[in-house]
């Protein structure tokens, strides 16, 4: 199913569970330092969430066990909390989701910790870009294809690898709604982008091999060949007037 918002009143309610996921992530993002361990990240997410008023999204979905997934390095996407401590020059993907009243709001955002490499840097960075210009590409009469394709053109024109095993996805009523959001595509290709509906838009670039591998704990996905990857995500509402990142947090 794909939740298309019908109302003003609708968009007000996504808005406020992707204002707390934007405020924790914001959060979370200021206090990230060394010597911290993914566990205290978790329960400092989970604190937050609760203290907003809201419901840990991922917790439970699937048996998930945690209230963030945080991804280190060669991790790409989906690391459960484990304390795992975080060394300086790690970058250290944060995913976290929540409900409110059950509205679902979704985004992650890959964190440099003390003074990475260059290498490190320039994948973040290009990975970030992914983001912006597939959230360019989320205008009323383009197509999911777009998406895509802006996406991997920029990634592979820097040499990345683009992760095919995970995609985005809509958003709204549940944390995974249709239609799936690949990082890969071709333009002109796919469904038409129509006012109202809701993408969690989320490319994963790998530094080297796109291909990964899941772990023994069933979940934390990492590359097959150890080179990092890098993952943002946001939630994105299609309107007349262009893209809205609900899940931004540059104004907070
Ligand atoms: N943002 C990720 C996704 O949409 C996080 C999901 S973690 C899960 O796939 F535990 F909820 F699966
Ligand atoms: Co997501």
């Not at 992707?18 to 959060?27: F, N, P, S």
């Not at 280190?72 to 409900?99: A, K, L, W, Y």
């Not at 440099?112 to 840097?121: D, L, R, Y």
């Not at 796109?210 to 590359?223: C, F, G, I, P």
Request: hydrophobic share 40%; aromatic share 6%.
């Amino acid at each position: 199913m794909m939740h298309t918002l019908k109302s003003k009143r609708e968009l007000e309610q996504i808005k406020k569970a992707c204002r707390v996921v934007a405020e924790v992530l914001a959060t979370l993002s200021s206090e990230l330092t060394e010597g911290m361990s993914t566990t205290d990240l978790d329960n400092r997410a989970y604190e937050l969430t609760l203290k907003f008023g809201a419901q840990p999204a991922f917790k439970g979905y699937h048996g998930y066990p945690a209230t963030l997934c945080v991804s280190v390095n060669e991790e790409v996407v989906h690391g459960i909390p484990d304390g795992r401590i975080i060394r300086n020059g790690d970058i250290v993907g944060i995913d976290f989701g929540v409900s409110i009243d059950g509205w679902f709001g979704d985004s992650a955002v890959t964190i440099p910790v003390g003074s990475i490499s260059k290498e490190a840097k320039q994948l973040v960075e290009t990975t970030k870009e992914c983001l912006d210009r597939a959230i360019d590409c989320c205008v009323p009469g383009n197509r999911l294809g777009d998406i895509g394709y802006a996406v991997q053109s920029l990634a592979e024109s820097r040499g990345y690898g683009v992760v095919r095993e995970f995609v985005g996805h809509g958003i709204g009523r549940a944390l995974h709604e249709e239609p799936q959001i690949p990082n890969y595509g071709k333009k002109g290709s796919g469904i038409i982008l129509e006012p109202g509906m809701v993408l969690a838009i989320e490319p994963m670039i790998t530094a080297g091999s796109h291909r990964v591998k899941v772990l023994k704990n069933n979940w934390t996905a990492v590359t097959v060949d150890g080179s990092l990857a890098a993952h943002f995500e946001h939630t994105v509402a299609i309107t007349d007037q262009g893209p809205v990142i609900l899940t931004d947090r540059s104004a907070l």
